[in-house]
């Protein structure tokens, strides 16, 4: 089973940015759908993008769309989690998943996913 580690994560001050990397222990190009999630204190967890297997078609939700951008190097077997205007709010732990499909990771269906050890990113305002 393929393992994730994500790096990246500190400290920031609000509208700046952060760029997340997942690191996966093989390759995953053809084989994995992967996404982000977030787990704010006190919050359930949070879909927050998705990337499919192959032609790097992106899914973002609503409340990072056009400030987080997803994406895949599949020769380096990482994904990464670019992220702009960051706002307090976004302050969570950030967690890396891997699926099956592009649908599996986006249900968050803790069984069917792997999922990475997580990263803290902290926003200031």
């Known amino acids: 089973q393929v393992q994730l580690v994500e790096s990246g994560g500190g400290l920031v001050q609000a509208g700046g940015s952060l760029k997340l990397s997942c690191a996966a222990s093989r390759r995953t190009s053809s084989t994995y759908a992967m996404g982000w999630f977030r787990r704010a204190p006190g919050k359930e967890r949070e879909f927050v993008v998705a990337i499919n297997r192959s032609r790097g078609t992106t899914f973002p939700s609503d409340s990072v769309k056009g400030r987080f951008t997803i994406s895949r190097d599949n020769a380096k077997d990482t994904v990464y989690l670019q992220m702009n205007s960051l706002k307090p709010e976004d302050t969570a732990v950030y967690y890396c998943?891997?699926?099956?499909?592009?649908?599996?990771?986006?249900?968050?269906?803790?069984?069917?996913?792997?999922w990475g050890q997580g990263t803290q990113v902290t926003v200031s305002s």
């Open positions: 998943a891997a699926g099956p499909t592009l649908g599996t990771v986006q249900s968050g269906a803790s069984d069917l996913l792997v």
